[in-house]
T-cell receptor, first 114, second 117 residues
C-alpha cells in the first residue's frame, strides 16, 4: 500500500513555463485535495474534488487548474508559472468530504519558479 | 470565515520535559478539530482529532489535546518529549462553509517543536 504518491519530487521552472503535478492514491478514497505550503502560512487549499467527476475551487485557485482523471488520480496544472507559485505542493485524500475523515498526505513536490 | 491561530511559531524544549503547543480558533458553531505532524521533508500525518464526546483526546506517540469550547482552544500536550518529536505541528479546524455548504478544513500556520538533548 503506497498511500498517496506525488510526482515529481522537485521541479524548477522558468516564468511562463507550464507543468502538471501528478497525484495518485491507492486507498479507494472518494475525496482528493491540492494544497500549497508556504513558510509561516500553513497549508492553503488550492482545489479539491469531493468525489470522482467533481472539482471545486479552494482558497487560492488562481493560476491553477485541476483534473480528476479517475477515482485514483488528481492532477494539478500550472499553465503559465509565476515566481509567486514557488512553494511546496501537497496532495491529500480522504474517504469522504464530511470533515470528520482523516486526510492522508503525499510527500510533496517542491517547486521553484525563477 | 474561520481562522486558526497557533500562538507560537517555534517552541524549543529539552528532552524529557513537558510541552504544550497552543491553538485557538475563531468559529463558534459546530467544529471538528485536528492536530497534524509534519516530520522533515515529509507530508502531514494525523496525530489526533476531536469530533464529539470527551474533551480530552489521546493521540499517537503519547500526545493528547483538550477541547475547551468556552476558550475556543485545542492545545496539544505531551508530558515528556523525545528527540524524535522534533517536527512541525499544525492545528486544523473543520467547519461548514457558508459559501459552499460543505465542510472546509483550515490549517494554522504551524509550530516548530525543537527538542534539544
Amino acid at each position: 500500500n503506497a498511500g498517496v504518491t506525488q510526482t515529481p519530487k522537485f521541479q524548477v521552472l522558468k516564468t511562463g513555463q507550464s507543468m502538471t503535478l501528478q497525484c495518485a492514491q491507492d486507498m479507494n478514497h472518494n475525496s482528493m485535495y491540492w494544497y500549497r505550503q508556504d513558510p509561516g502560512m500553513g497549508l492553503r487549499l488550492i482545489y479539491y474534488s469531493a468525489s470522482e467527476g467533481t472539482t471545486d475551487k479552494g482558497e487560492v485557485p488562481n493560476g491553477y487548474n485541476v483534473s480528476r482523471l479517475n477515482k485514483r488520480e488528481f492532477s494539478l496544472r500550472l499553465e503559465s508559472a509565476a515566481p509567486s507559485q514557488t512553494s511546496v505542493y501537497f496532495c491529500a485524500s480522504s474517504d469522504r468530504w464530511t470533515g470528520t475523515y482523516e486526510q492522508y498526505f503525499g510527500p510533496g513536490t517542491r517547486l521553484t519558479v525563477t | 470565515a474561520q481562522s486558526v491561530t497557533q500562538l507560537d511559531s517555534q517552541v524549543p524544549v529539552f528532552e524529557e520535559a513537558p510541552v504544550e503547543l497552543r491553538c485557538n480558533y475563531s468559529s463558534s458553531v459546530s467544529v471538528y478539530l485536528f492536530w497534524y505532524v509534519q516530520y522533515p521533508n515529509q507530508g502531514l500525518q494525523l496525530l489526533l482529532k476531536y469530533l464529539s464526546g470527551s474533551t480530552l483526546v489521546k493521540g499517537i506517540n503519547g500526545f493528547e489535546a483538550e477541547f475547551n469550547k468556552s476558550q475556543t482552544s485545542f492545545h496539544l500536550r505531551k508530558p515528556s518529549v523525545h528527540i524524535s518529536d522534533t517536527a512541525e505541528y499544525f492545528c486544523a479546524v473543520s467547519e461548514v462553509s457558508l459559501d459552499t455548504g460543505r465542510r472546509a478544513l483550515t490549517f494554522g500556520s504551524g509550530t516548530r517543536l525543537q527538542v534539544q538533548p
